[in-house]
T-cell receptor
Framework: RKEVEQDPGPFNVPEGATVAFNCTYS??????FFWYRQDCRKEPKLLMS???SGNEDGRFTAQLNRASQYISLLIRDSKLSDSATYLC???????????FGGGTRVLVKP | EAGVAQSPRYKIIEKRQSVAFWCNPI?????LYWYQQILGQGPKLLIQ????????DSQLPKDRFSAERLKGVDSTLKIQPAKLEDSAVYLC????????????FGPGTRLTVL
């Protein structure tokens, strides 16, 4: 089983709609969680951290479910510019090594 | 603020040849990472440096890959000899001390091994 698993998609989303997807992690001792965004042929960039109580950043909402070992990302009012691959990132209990999921591809269409 | 610099941006070599990549992190960032990203997959950590010391190289294929970070600033990653399966984008990232979750990535080097 992979340490961090994501549905690769693609999620085809009409512009203005809401899309949500999850990421599961296998190490129950994982401490920190993040979502990174990667545009086609570009480098990953930090989108947002994921806090235990859940957090919002504009149209983006991230949540953590430690009991079921997954994090989620919800995008409201999708824009064409939201088309990208969203990478789930988890830190191990020891040290600060990041483990990336394979990414979920989102395509927002007019 | 200047970002993470990498060169070259693209490299095409034949199998069994050698190749080297260079990275200059953001000024003041003590931690430097090299990742391998195969098409359709997430980045996989190859090696992590804290200043000029290695923190984690557990996933570095040491029989063919080597990396160094002399003087704790820029870094080079070398592959010798290259295999077909080494075709990937090699990403360098850096982070400040205590900020491992916030990594800043360079544009990457796209390696094609023929």
């Amino acid at each position: 089983r992979k340490e961090v698993e994501q549905d690769p998609g693609p999620f085809n989303v009409p512009e203005g709609a809401t899309v949500a997807f999850n990421c599961t992690y296998s190490n129950s001792a994982s401490q920190s969680f993040f979502w990174y965004r990667q545009d086609c042929r570009k480098e990953p960039k930090l989108l947002m951290s994921v806090y235990s109580s859940g957090n919002e950043d504009g149209r983006f909402t991230a949540q953590l479910n430690r009991a079921s070992q997954y994090i989620s990302l919800l995008i409201r009012d999708s824009k064409l510019s939201d088309s990208a691959t969203y990478l789930c990132v988890v830190t191990k209990a020891a040290g600060n090594k990041l483990t990336f999921g394979g990414g979920t591809r989102v395509l927002v269409k007019p | 603020e200047a970002g993470v610099a990498q060169s070259p941006r693209y490299k095409i070599i034949e199998k069994r040849q050698s190749v080297a990549f260079w990275c200059n992190p953001i000024s003041g960032h003590a931690t430097l990472y090299w990742y391998q990203q195969i098409l359709g997959q997430g980045p996989k950590l190859l090696i992590q440096f804290q200043n000029n010391g290695v923190v984690d190289d557990s996933q570095l294929p040491k029989d063919r890959f080597s990396a160094e970070r002399l003087k704790g600033v820029d870094s080079t990653l070398k592959i010798q000899p290259a295999k077909l399966e080494d075709s990937a984008v090699y990403l360098c990232a850096s982070s400040p001390v205590g900020g491992a979750g916030t990594q800043y990535f360079g544009p990457g080097t796209r390696l094609t091994v023929l």
